[in-house]
């Protein structure tokens, strides 16, 4: 798997999560965001269908749009958006992205 990093959410604090990336090998997106625990919120998700046990609902906030089109960006590269190598990564809104620090 070659994961390619897109970006972190800039208002979360000690470089946590929301995160995308973007797997190279299958182009399917990869995140990490908040896991929902609550029950009003998993009862509403869970009344369309089961969440299946390899399966799990996260949270991310929507200031994470731009990380989630720039990964899905049609222009001829198959959804991949190559992030610039060396020094400050950029997010999908031109400002430096943050790494994520595990």
Known sequence: MALRFIG?????????SPTVWLDEDDQSIVIQGWKI???RT???ITATGQIPDHETVIRLPARM????????RDDGTGGIRPAPLGGAQRSAHGDAG???AG
């Open 65 to 72: 749009a731009p990380f989630l089109l720039e990964v899905c």
């Open 37 to 39: 625990t609550d029950n």
């Open 42 to 44: 998993i009862s509403e």
């Open 98 to 100: 943050q790494l994520h």
């Open 8 to 16: 972190v959410d800039p208002n979360t604090p000690n470089n946590g």
